[in-house]
């Protein structure tokens, strides 16, 4: 089974800051991947230099098996390749639809969508509300709401919508439920396993170790910028994990590699 | 592998209509706070209607009247041309300090071709029109490539294309008798039509004609939504997937064209090519977008705005000058305008919402 995403020997420095060192990744077909680790410990970094957000220094990325170099987020979006930033990447002043919809807007059918190259904007607008309908999201009242009106939470529903809606080879999720209330998290969950479903697998960093243990087939732990192990939930507890991860024990001889 | 921890149980019963809320009674301020928010060019239009009947009744009728109020028109016609480049540019959070500079040495050129040259009118207006982008796209280039900030890059280019300018007319203007028999066309804006006392040029057309077309670019089109999402947050534009710097060079570029069709524009407003002309151009550009409630903090602001901004300022400068205001009050008015709309700006994005 080629692996959907391997990376080998990834480095990212900002300055004298080693973010990423000489670290291997890897996403099975149809899996949930929880990335787990300490604040720093170089899980935001990796996951965007899967997703072209940022170019690593060294090391290769194979993505269904063809070596990949990208140079921007748009041409791993191109692949089908959708993530939920840490920061969430939205743009505060416009709505919550164009914001679902940037880089892949949709024009109006015919002349005016062809040559006047007009906005379908109730398209958009309803496929925008079907989607955060679907995640739950029932407090956000209009559509056409600017997304700095809308509590950190909601916003994060927006980010994980539009992923979600538009993913056909794997999404990365940073944190997705960090600012989640209980039955928000739930439908994120939820979510998370019906894109699995799909057939599509889902990179998922959280320190929510419960969400991690309900939904992660596999779980990678980082420690230090690279991957210090890979284990199974159903092998190991909680405690266990926060041990490795936090250096407290000695993590299992690597099977995963 | 459904483990939903016991406090999770309940969920399955929670409610699931879009929410609704009794509307708490708002004070009439932060009502109108709020309508203002949505609406960012309430304010221009409502400064430009109250300033029309303050000047109508201080200057009487002759103000007032539909004479004066098309020449107010035209005497904002060519800033209001610039003012909509630079709305544009001060949207992506940027500022354009070149625009009159362009502006004029595109005249300059076409001047020099059509009637020094005896290019045909129209190729040497298609010429000043490219140079109009390539001086954009040059602008565009150094912030986008060699990431200068904004205000430098136009800093610089502004001198260097009021040299180039200078150089190309030889600091001679071309005089309105070589360019009748020569090359007509570019005085075409200069035409006009008569509607009763009103005199509507055709270069206050091309004005308003600018306006709605970018108007329309910029809030029906993906283009225009993702120059809002640059001036907003650049990096998130990015990483959402945005083509900042192509989009960046875009914008500029068009600029550069507008400022171009300015040029030409301008010619049949003044009657001649001044390299001396419009110095003031770029500042009163950007003085247009500021009281038209642009944010220059970019990402906020309709375009429409500007033309409102353009206006009020052409409504204060005739309406004091037939007052029989001094020239230096005139300047003392907008001077507080531009601070109050600033202030006014701040106000309105203090909404909770
Ligand atoms: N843009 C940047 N510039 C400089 N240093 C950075 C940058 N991004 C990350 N780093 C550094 O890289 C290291 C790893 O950061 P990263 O964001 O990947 O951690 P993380 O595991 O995602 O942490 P968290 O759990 O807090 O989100 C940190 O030491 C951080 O200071
Ligand atoms: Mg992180």
């Known amino acids: 089974m080629t692996p959907v995403v391997s990376a080998k020997g990834i480095v990212k420095r900002y300055g004298h800051v080693t973010a990423i060192d000489h670290s291997d990744f890897e996403l099975l077909p149809g899996e949930i991947l929880a990335v787990i680790g300490d604040n720093g410990a170089g899980k935001s970094s990796i996951v965007k230099a899967i997703c072209g957000a940022t170019t690593p220094d060294e090391g290769e990325i194979l993505i269904e098996g063809k070596p990949v170099k990208f140079s921007s987020p748009i041409e791993a979006r191109e692949m089908g390749i959708e993530i939920v930033y840490q920061n969430l990447a939205l743009s505060p002043a416009l709505s919550i639809a164009d914001n679902m919809f940037t880089g892949r807007e949709i024009r109006k059918p015919g002349f005016l969508g062809k040559f006047l190259r007009m906005l379908d904007k109730p398209a958009m607008e309803t496929f925008a509300r079907e989607k955060l309908t679907e995640l739950g999201l029932m407090t956000v009242q209009s559509i056409k709401q600017p997304v700095e009106t809308l509590s950190g939470g909601q916003r994060q529903g927006v980010a994980v919508a539009r992923a979600a809606a538009f993913a056909s080879k794997f999404i990365i999720m940073d944190e997705p439920t960090a600012a989640l209330g209980v039955k928000e998290s739930r439908k994120v969950l939820e979510l998370i396993k019906d894109v699995r479903a799909r057939g599509i697998p889902i990179i998922l960093i959280s320190h929510n170790m419960p969400h991690v243990f309900e939904v992660a087939d596999r779980i990678h732990i980082h420690r230090l910028g690279k991957r210090l192990c890979i284990i199974d939930p159903k092998d190991y507890t909680m405690s266990d994990a926060v041990a490795f991860m936090t250096g407290a024990k000695e993590p299992p001889a690597q099977d995963a590699a | ?353």
Not at chain 2, 214 to 222: E, P, S
Not at chain 2, 238 to 256: H, K, P, Q
């Open chain 2, 1 to 353: 592998m459904t483990t939903k921890a016991g406090y999770e149980q309940v969920l399955d019963g929670s409610d699931t209509k879009v929410a609704q809320f009794e509307t708490r009674r708002h004070t009439v301020l932060e009502r109108v706070q709020h309508i203002l928010h949505n609406n960012p060019t309430f304010v221009p239009v409502i400064v430009l209607m109250l300033s029309l009947v303050a000047f109508w009744i201080i200057a009487g009728g002759r103000f007032f009247s539909a004479f004066n109020l098309s020449l107010i028109t035209q005497q904002v016609s060519i800033i209001g041309m610039l003012a909509a480049a630079q709305s544009l540019i001060i949207i992506t959070a940027g500022i354009d300090l070149s625009v009159a500079a362009i502006m004029i040495l595109m005249s300059v050129i076409m001047g020099n071709l059509a009637v020094n040259m005896g290019v045909p009118a129209p190729l040497a207006i298609l010429a000043g029109c490219l140079g109009g982008m390539a001086a954009g796209a040059m602008n565009g280039l150094l912030i986008t490539k060699i990431k200068l900030p904004p205000f430098i890059t136009t800093l610089g280019t502004w001198s260097i294309f009021f040299a180039l300018n200078l150089w190309l007319s030889g600091a001679q203007s071309i005089r309105s008798q070589d360019i009748d028999k020569n090359a007509e066309l570019l005085k075409f804006f200069g035409n006009a039509i008569k509607l009763g006392g009103a005199r509507i040029t055709f270069g206050v057309i091309l004005m308003i004609v600018i306006f709605v077309v970018l108007w329309y670019m910029l809030n029906k089109t993906a283009w225009g939504r993702h120059v809002y999402a640059i001036g907003d947050d650049m990096e998130a534009a990015e990483m959402s997937g945005i083509r900042t710097e192509r989009t960046l060079v875009s914008v500029y570029m068009l600029a550069g064209l507008v400022c171009a069709i300015a040029g030409w524009a301008s010619i049949g407003r003044v009657g001649s090519i001044s390299p001396q002309s419009f110095y003031e151009g770029n500042l009163q550009s950007i003085t247009a977008v500021v009281i038209g409630g642009i944010s220059l903090f970019g990402g906020r602001g309709s375009i429409m705005g500007a033309l409102f901004g353009a206006l009020i300022v052409g409504v204060f400068q005739s309406g004091l000058r037939m007052a029989g205001v001094d020239v230096l009050w005139q300047v003392f008015a907008i001077g507080w305008l531009i601070i109050i709309a600033v202030a006014i700006d701040q106000w309105i994005r203090r909404v909770s919402a």
